[in-house]
């Protein structure tokens, strides 16, 4: 099992910055790919970006605002947001994959107008 905890969420002004991290424990040899999913009121979840453990990008879409980045020496994946907008207001998911896929709790990111 892996469990995931994220921080770094919280409520920013338009054109603000929030920087997310997530953090793996328990069985966490073997995850390949770690990266975050959003989800807003009334919407699907959606991709947001993904980093395979040797550092390799695999989706990145908000590419120009969003940087995804991570530490395996600390099982950590790192999402930074600049130039928020109020339609990127969503609870964001963090991932993990290692044949199955794990999820965090989610934090929330509240962007005002």
């Known amino acids: 099992q892996v469990q995931l905890v994220e921080s770094g969420g919280g409520l920013v002004q338009a054109g603000g910055s929030l920087r997310l991290s997530c953090t793996a424990s328990g069985s966490t040899f073997g995850i390949t790919v770690m990266g975050w999913y959003r989800q807003a009121p009334g919407n699907q979840r959606e991709q947001v970006a993904g980093i395979t453990s040797g550092g390799i990008i695999t989706y990145n879409s908000f590419k120009g605002r969003f940087t995804i980045s991570n530490d395996n020496a600390k099982n950590t994946v790192y999402l930074q947001m600049n130039g928020l907008k109020p339609e990127d207001t969503a609870v964001y998911y963090c991932?993990?994959?290692?044949?199955?896929?794990?999820w965090g709790q989610g934090t929330q990111v509240t962007v005002s107008a």
């Open positions: 991932f993990a994959l290692r044949g199955d896929i794990y």
